[in-house]
């Protein structure tokens, strides 16, 4: 088993570019997270997704669009990215909603937006 | 939504020390997480706490949900300890977690 996947590992965009993270788990888990992760701040929760073709907005989603068309990949969008997304972004996935369960995570994806 | 608040954010000790991180939040809880990201990045779960007390090896933790607060007791530190621990607690709605809301962090650094 991989586990979580995350492609790819480091980026470098310039204002106003477009990018597609990919986020892929092999333990067939219903539940997937976006986080990003920045100094000084704990991770925050960016987008998630219940399920094949939902998704919901967590605590920080502007700027980022998500998308989980096949139940095992996860993307995150960004259209037009900005500095201030420069970032460590980290991708998890879980069995299931309930509190006590294991969230997993990817190695996380390094992005420098100039 | 949970606060979650961490201490301290860095710690240094000597090989050997019996470490201790302190976690508190401010909504009650039905599970906390104990997370730790290695120096490259990487993020492993460590424990989920309910109730009491859970021991992995020289990782103690433990949680008292009626003052919520939570600590992590490494025994007999080692270099190798040294990474980055977070405590986390589920965001909750509709009768289950959607995601974590997560603390700052303690940098822990063993020195040989």
């Known amino acids: 088993n991989a586990g979580v996947t995350q492609t790819p590992k480091f980026r470098v965009l310039k204002t106003g570019q477009s990018m597609t993270l990919l986020c892929a788990q092999d333990?067939?888990?219903?539940?997937m997270y976006w986080y990003r992760q920045d100094p000084g701040m704990g991770l925050r929760l960016i987008h998630y997704s219940v399920g094949e073709g939902t998704t919901a907005k967590g605590e920080v989603p502007d700027g980022y669009n998500v998308s989980r068309l096949k139940k095992q990949n996860f993307l995150l969008g960004l259209e037009s990215a900005a500095p201030s997304q420069t970032s460590v972004y980290f991708c998890?996935?879980?069995?299931?909603?309930?509190?006590?369960?294991?969230?997993?995570f990817g190695p996380g994806t390094r992005l420098l937006v100039l | 939504k949970n606060e979650v608040e961490q201490s301290p954010q860095n710690l240094t000790a000597q090989e050997g020390e019996f470490i201790t991180i302190n976690c508190s939040y401010s909504v009650g809880i039905s599970a906390l997480h104990w997370l730790q990201q290695h120096p490259g990045g990487g993020i492993v779960s460590l424990f989920m706490l309910s109730s009491g007390k859970k021991k992995h090896g020289r990782l103690i933790a433990t949680i008292n949900i009626q003052e919520k607060h939570s600590s992590l007791h490494i025994t007999a530190s080692h270099p190798r300890d040294s990474a980055v621990y977070i405590c986390a607690v589920p965001q909750y709605s509709g009768g289950g977690a959607d995601g974590l809301t997560f603390g700052k962090g303690t940098h822990l650094i063993i020195q040989p």
């Open positions: 998890a996935s879980s069995r299931n909603r309930d509190t006590k369960e294991t969230q997993y």
């Open positions: 333990m067939n888990h219903e539940y």
